[in-house]
């Protein structure tokens, strides 16, 4: 199957990297010195927890030079940029491309599907921990890499999803073919929200949350503010989500941050909205108390905003 990742950041490029290492057929598309870096020198990838480094030769372009016609796109934008994207997934789609979002913020799918009813557009979620370190080198903090995606309805459902979860699994990419994807998008949510949260309300980083403390109290009322709103959207977990992210946090190196807290204190533009004001207003949505995510969004000025 031909694929083609949207963004070469933190996501797109450590699976496009591990894809392409695997002889996958695989265009990934950035822009800027990370493309010229890549094209020049290959996508280096750094191993925070060993030191180690590799460099792979990948296939690369700009959004305006890519001309092919992919089975399978995934989207690997902030949320901030998605809207950006969908004139690009329209042109170079046929009727049979499947497009898979992995991106942080709750519900993408649903959202990216409205402006493409003529696609299949999947939810999905990923689990991994990596960064842009400079052009062309992603650092990668822990080894697990996992992709979770899946239909909304058992009527879209496609016996393609299983080669792409296959290749994913060839890749070293742990894939799985969620038969209920609301669900386990929110159990993403439930880790990659909290820990933005609270680390950019601390300053904090994943050490600060492996040992006790408010950083790591604040962590779980989070997680528990979403397991409660879950409920009320009728969404129920097999799992205790605390031990579930707290075991995730675990296999962090202690100096691992977020790319929202990234973003933030390098002054640019972030996903605050999507993995903190979001949440306040499901909140009042479904009249289920998150006094935690109110106290965040009140100290970054995402009140006014609701």
Not at 46 to 68: C, K, N, Q, T
Not at 104 to 122: A, D, M, R, S
Not at 197 to 221: E, I
Not at 234 to 256: C, M, R, T, W, Y
Request: glycine share 10%; net charge negative.
């Amino acid at each position: 199957m031909k694929y083609v990742i949207i963004g070469a950041g933190g996501t797109g490029g450590i699976v496009g990297a591990c894809m392409t290492k695997n002889r996958k057929d695989v265009t990934l598309i950035a822009r800027g010195r990370h493309l010229e870096e890549m094209r020049r020198n290959g996508l280096s990838v750094e191993h925070l927890w060993d030191g180690s480094r590799e460099s792979i030769p990948v296939r690369a372009f700009s959004m305006e030079e890519y001309e092919e016609m992919p089975d399978v796109v995934l989207v690997c934008v902030k949320g901030y940029s998605l809207q950006s994207v969908v004139p690009f997934i329209r042109r170079i789609s046929s009727k049979n491309t499947i497009v898979i979002p992995i991106l942080n913020i709750y519900g993408t799918g649903g959202k990216l599907q409205e402006e493409l009813p003529e696609l299949l557009v999947t939810d999905g979620c990923i689990y991994v921990s990596a960064n842009i370190k400079e052009p062309g080198v992603l650092l990668q903090h822990g080894k697990i890499c996992r992709i979770v995606f899946g239909t909304r309805t058992k009527e879209e459902y496609r016996p393609a999803l299983e080669e792409i979860r296959q290749d994913f699994q060839d890749s070293g990419i742990e894939g799985i073919l969620s038969d209920h994807i609301q669900r386990d998008a929110l159990q993403k949510f439930s880790y990659v929200s909290p820990i933005g949260a609270a680390g950019l309300y601390y300053g904090a980083a994943a050490g600060d949350f492996q040992r006790k403390g408010a950083p790591a109290d604040m962590f779980v009322a989070m997680i528990r503010e979403i397991v409660a709103l879950a409920d009320a959207m009728g969404i129920h977990f097999e799992q205790d989500l605390v031990e579930v992210n707290q075991k995730i946090l675990s296999g962090l190196p202690a100096e691992a941050t977020t790319s929202m807290q990234r973003d933030v204190l390098a002054g640019k533009e972030s996903e605050m909205d999507g993995l903190i004001t979001e949440v306040v207003r499901l909140g009042r949505r479904y009249g289920v108390p998150v006094p935690e995510y109110e106290k965040a969004a009140e100290k970054f000025g995402l009140l006014e905003d609701l």
